[in-house]
């Protein structure tokens, strides 16, 4: 089944939390998507929509120059939910007034309720509400009524009486909002009338028609890292055109412990992709060898990737397609509505290679949230050990090894690390740490084993919180934890004698180290 014929948009007016509002749609079985608030009317009917959110936003729409969406779309006889600066902005249109409000709402308020609408079904008078705002409606415009009111707002809640036009000025999309989803899940079912047609089962069977509609006989290539972006890319593409995908592993010399056999047990062994191993470990190290400088080694990394991927690429023939693992969040942000302060990501793991290499793009990925492609892959059969990997970054333990990257510091830090994955990584408490890893730093300290004196390498320990790689923060991991790393890495890893915990959040600091 067709789950667009039942798309959502929301229109995002700058809300920090639109994309919370969409994961939050996506897991109530309902598919959508974000566009900028000034979405045109013809786009917005050329998805015949089964219902428009419009998000909230930092602006005040008193403000001259505020964002504003096609007015058109309060006539459209689509069932309407505005959030917070989505609900100031309907009332403005149909001649209520804003105010800004004397007492500010930031954080728990409670939810009264004064009509019992469908948008309330199984919401209680008392139940907390999240709010964050300055603006309030001070004239309820016209025609409309009053569905709730919390402690400080008199229109929590408002309805036009005569269309399914929505607002609230709480947001239903955070956690703190104890019947939020419920309250989302009624402006869906009750109001937009969806059946909920979108789930990951349903997004595997659409993707591969889409695949084999797209590629037909011929064949597809892709890069294959490991990670969990890629891994789900490959297996999907797999299950659409079979043999006719080829996965390329490039070994750069500089990936974790055991990572390489790994790979390619899963996906030759097991899943039986046509997988083409490339060992370039010796080729990496030794255009390595002697950098220090972080940057230089990005490059000399990435550029050395595609020069042996174009190589491979090129002694195959007849590939037309090549695959990679772009989520909708990088999509998102490259049509860059979010203004000049839009945040860009410089890294980019195959970034390059499609213009170089005239190759038409099968993104089936597009679509989906990170942690949707999490459940895309189990449902696809790949292993917990790949759908929950860690991020891994492209130029891999070469950034991780302070300064000279060595085969003897390597293996170092490959047993170091490989530490922090079994007791960390590979422990279901912690799936929601982003990373964790391990660091060589170039000093030599002085410790004691048995009645040696010994002077050998620091190992840093880095564990981070993150929801999007943007801001981080150290893990506040137990001590018995980070006691059995340290006691384990010391005692195991030979020339390793002191391990330290960064306790450094982003920003100011980073993730990686180099
Ligand atoms: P930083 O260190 O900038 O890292 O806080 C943010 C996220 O990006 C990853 N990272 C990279 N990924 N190529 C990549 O593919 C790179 O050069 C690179 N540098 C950092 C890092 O692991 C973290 O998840």
Same mark, same amino acid.
């Given at each position: 089944?067709?789950?667009?014929?039942?798309?959502?948009?929301?229109?995002?007016?700058?809300?920090?939390?639109?994309?919370?509002?969409?994961?939050?749609?996506?897991? +109530?079985?309902?598919?959508?998507?974000?566009?900028?608030?000034?979405? /045109?009317?013809?786009?917005?009917?050329?998805?015949?929509?089964?219902?428009?959110? %419009?998000?909230?936003?930092p602006r005040s729409v008193t403000e001259t120059?505020?964002?504003?969406?096609?007015?058109?779309?309060?006539?459209?006889?689509?069932?309407?939910?505005?959030?917070?600066?989505?609900?100031?902005?309907?009332?403005?249109?149909?001649?209520?007034?804003?105010?800004?409000?004397?007492?500010?709402?930031?954080?728990?308020?409670?939810?009264?309720?004064?009509?019992?609408?469908?948008?309330?079904?199984?919401? $209680?008078?008392?139940?907390?509400?999240?709010?964050?705002?300055?603006?309030?409606?001070?004239?309820?415009?016209?025609?409309?009524?009053? +569905?709730?009111?919390?402690?400080?707002? @008199?229109?929590?809640a408002i309805k036009k009486t005569d269309s399914k036009i929505y607002g609230v000025q709480f947001h239903p999309e955070?956690?703190?909002? +104890? $019947?939020?989803?419920?309250?989302?899940?009624?402006?869906?079912? /009750?109001?937009?009338?969806?059946?909920?047609?979108? /789930? @990951?089962?349903?997004f595997v069977e659409l993707a591969i028609e889409k695949i084999r509609a797209e590629v037909g006989n011929n064949k597809a290539l892709c890069a294959l890292s490991g990670g969990v972006d890629s891994s789900v890319v490959a297996t999907l593409i797999h299950k659409a055109i079979g043999d006719?995908?080829?996965?390329?592993?490039?070994?750069?010399?500089?990936?974790?412990?055991?990572?390489? $056999?790994?790979?390619?047990?899963?996906?030759?062994? $097991? %899943?039986?992709i046509n997988l083409k191993y490339v060992d370039a470990e010796e080729k990496f190290l030794a255009a390595l060898k002697g950098v220090r400088d972080p940057e230089k080694k990005r490059k000399i990394i990435g550029r050395l990737f595609i020069k042996i991927f174009e190589h491979e690429a090129s002694g195959i023939g007849n590939m037309q397609y090549l695959a990679q693992g772009t989520l909708y969040p990088d999509v998102i942000e490259s049509t860059s509505f979010r203004g000049p302060s839009a945040t860009i990501k410089s890294h980019h793991n195959v970034g390059g290679l499609p213009r170089k290499m005239k190759m038409k793009l099968l993104e089936p990925l597009r679509e989906l949230f990170k942690d949707e492609v999490r459940i895309v892959g189990k449902e696809l059969g790949l292993t917990d050990n790949i759908v929950y990997r860690q991020p891994f970054p492209g130029p891999?333990?070469?950034?991780?090894?302070?300064?000279?990257?060595?085969?003897?510091?390597?293996?170092?830090?490959?047993?170091?690390?490989?530490?922090?994955?079994?007791?960390v990584e590979r422990n279901e408490k912690f799936r929601h740490i982003w990373q964790s890893f391990a660091i060589l730093i170039p000093v030599n300290t002085v410790g004691v084993m048995g009645d040696e004196r010994t002077y050998a390498n620091v190992i840093a320990l880095r564990i981070v919180e993150s929801e999007d790689a943007m801001t981080a923060d150290w893990a506040k991991i137990p001590y018995e934890v980070l006691d059995t790393v340290a006691r384990r890495i010391i005692n195991e890893v030979p020339g390793v004698n002191r391990v330290v915990y960064d306790i450094s959040s982003k920003p100011p600091s980073t993730i990686e180290w180099e």
């Amino acid at each position: 089944m067709d789950y667009h014929k039942e798309t959502v948009l929301i229109l995002d007016f700058g809300s920090q939390y639109t994309q919370l509002i969409a994961r939050k749609v996506r897991e +109530l079985g309902v598919y959508c998507e974000i566009y900028p608030y000034n979405m /045109s009317l013809e786009k917005i009917n050329a998805f015949n929509p089964k219902g428009i959110i %419009l998000s909230g936003g930092p602006r005040s729409v008193t403000e001259t120059g505020a964002p504003v969406c096609e007015e058109e779309i309060f006539a459209l006889q689509v069932p309407i939910l505005g959030i917070c600066y989505g609900l100031q902005l309907m009332t403005k249109f149909f001649g209520g007034e804003i105010d800004k409000s004397i007492k500010r709402e930031y954080g728990k308020a409670h939810i009264f309720l004064d009509d019992p609408d469908g948008l309330f079904k199984g919401v $209680k008078d008392g139940d907390v509400i999240w709010m964050s705002h300055q603006d309030r409606i001070f004239h309820m415009p016209e025609g409309f009524k009053i +569905l709730a009111h919390s402690d400080n707002s @008199p229109y929590a809640a408002i309805k036009k009486t005569d269309s399914k036009i929505y607002g609230v000025q709480f947001h239903p999309e955070v956690h703190h909002t +104890l $019947k939020g989803k419920r309250i989302l899940k009624n402006f869906l079912y /009750s109001i937009c009338k969806v059946k909920g047609l979108f /789930s @990951p089962r349903s997004f595997v069977e659409l993707a591969i028609e889409k695949i084999r509609a797209e590629v037909g006989n011929n064949k597809a290539l892709c890069a294959l890292s490991g990670g969990v972006d890629s891994s789900v890319v490959a297996t999907l593409i797999h299950k659409a055109i079979g043999d006719n995908l080829l996965c390329v592993f490039v070994n750069n010399g500089v990936l974790r412990k055991n990572e390489a $056999k790994e790979v390619l047990d899963i996906f030759e062994g $097991k %899943l039986h992709i046509n997988l083409k191993y490339v060992d370039a470990e010796e080729k990496f190290l030794a255009a390595l060898k002697g950098v220090r400088d972080p940057e230089k080694k990005r490059k000399i990394i990435g550029r050395l990737f595609i020069k042996i991927f174009e190589h491979e690429a090129s002694g195959i023939g007849n590939m037309q397609y090549l695959a990679q693992g772009t989520l909708y969040p990088d999509v998102i942000e490259s049509t860059s509505f979010r203004g000049p302060s839009a945040t860009i990501k410089s890294h980019h793991n195959v970034g390059g290679l499609p213009r170089k290499m005239k190759m038409k793009l099968l993104e089936p990925l597009r679509e989906l949230f990170k942690d949707e492609v999490r459940i895309v892959g189990k449902e696809l059969g790949l292993t917990d050990n790949i759908v929950y990997r860690q991020p891994f970054p492209g130029p891999g333990l070469a950034i991780r090894i302070i300064g000279d990257v060595t085969t003897e510091r390597l293996t170092i830090l490959k047993d170091a690390d490989n530490i922090v994955r079994e007791e960390v990584e590979r422990n279901e408490k912690f799936r929601h740490i982003w990373q964790s890893f391990a660091i060589l730093i170039p000093v030599n300290t002085v410790g004691v084993m048995g009645d040696e004196r010994t002077y050998a390498n620091v190992i840093a320990l880095r564990i981070v919180e993150s929801e999007d790689a943007m801001t981080a923060d150290w893990a506040k991991i137990p001590y018995e934890v980070l006691d059995t790393v340290a006691r384990r890495i010391i005692n195991e890893v030979p020339g390793v004698n002191r391990v330290v915990y960064d306790i450094s959040s982003k920003p100011p600091s980073t993730i990686e180290w180099e």
